[in-house]
């Protein structure tokens, strides 16, 4: 079995965007009141909807994708802790339409109500409810709710801890995860993500925060950022910095994604972390949605790369299949092995 430990719903039916355009319309006249109820969406549409995920992962040879809302439209720097609220339960609700539907392809990971500077108690009920009420089996964290300005404190501290306490309690990971930059130096997906994955790295690796949780799982997407190219360095700062070896550091908590578009970038990604810290995935239909001319695929057709990179069976199962079950223990509960 192949499971994607990375999609999102990019192809959502019209209705959910036009509540948000019409969301965040209100937020700029004071006259008017922000809608509450999304537009009917059928069955049909949402099944016509997903017909793109389920045509790659049939091509592709995949199975399941755990399925989140859109990413880049999270966008928490938009309104207050009710728009977001609002928002973020409607796009986990069509995630659970899609799931429902849908059931041997998907399987759900949830949006949280994050805002800049606001108490994490929305992010705790919202996760209790899709864990417990949706079958959802994760989330996505977005270390930077400020869209690209960094005014959240670091992963590491104390902030985030009642909600870890969650994580823990719920057994589910965090993958951690930014949305759309409104910071104009960062352009979203080819800098901003790969900053946030790049961040969040180093910021586990300064402080003792598995230590706290030590059954804490977070996934940093997109291949780990910069961080396999630069192993050597974050080697040898932990080495300065008097801490744990990074295999040690990672070995329970730590997990990389396999979204990365080419053959030597996942060469070199499972050259230098372990096979059983690295989860595949590819992110589709997402970030970069077209065909490599070097070699005539989707350039996030990435089972292709895993398939063809220089590692045993052994590996490529625990990377295909055994690493999501451990990291995402619930999926038990949906997709049999
Ligand atoms: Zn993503």
Known sequence: MVIDCHGHYTTAPKQLQAFRDEQIAALKDPKA????????????????????????????????????????????????????????RHCNDLIYRVCSLFPENFVGVCQLPQTPGAP??????????????????????????????????????????????????????????????CNANFHATGAHYLNADTTAFMQFLQADLFKDFPTLRMIIPHGGGAVPYHWGRYRGLAQDMKRPLLTDLIRDNVFFDTCVYHQPGID???????????????EMVGAVRGIDPETGNYYDDTKRYVDAAAIDDSAKRRIFEGNARKVFPRIGRVVAA
């Not at 999304?38 to 790659?56: C, H, K, M, N, Y």
């Not at 994708?65 to 928490?76: C, G, K, L, N, V």
């Not at 108690?121 to 930077?144: K, M, Q, T, Y």
Request: aromatic content about 8%.
């Open 120 to 181: 994490l108690a929305n992010c705790i009920d919202e996760l209790e409810r899709s864990v417990n009420e949706l079958g959802f089996i994760g989330c996505n964290l977005n270390p930077d709710p400020s869209g690209g300005h960094w005014t959240a404190p670091p992963l590491t501290d104390r902030f985030w801890y009642p909600f870890y306490e969650k994580l823990v309690e719920l057994d589910v990971p965090a993958m951690v995860h930014v949305s759309a930059s």
């Open 268 to 282: 070199l990604l499972l050259k230098v972390v372990p096979a059983d810290n690295i989860l595949f995935g590819s």
């Open 33 to 88: 009141a922000p809608p509450k109820v999304l537009a009917s969406i059928t069955d049909d549409q949402i099944r016509e909807s997903v017909q793109p995920q389920l045509t790659f992962q049939n091509d592709r040879g995949t199975d399941v994708t755990i399925f989140s809302p859109r990413a880049s439209a999270m966008a928490h720097h938009i309104g207050d802790a009710t728009t977001s609220l609002d928002w973020t």
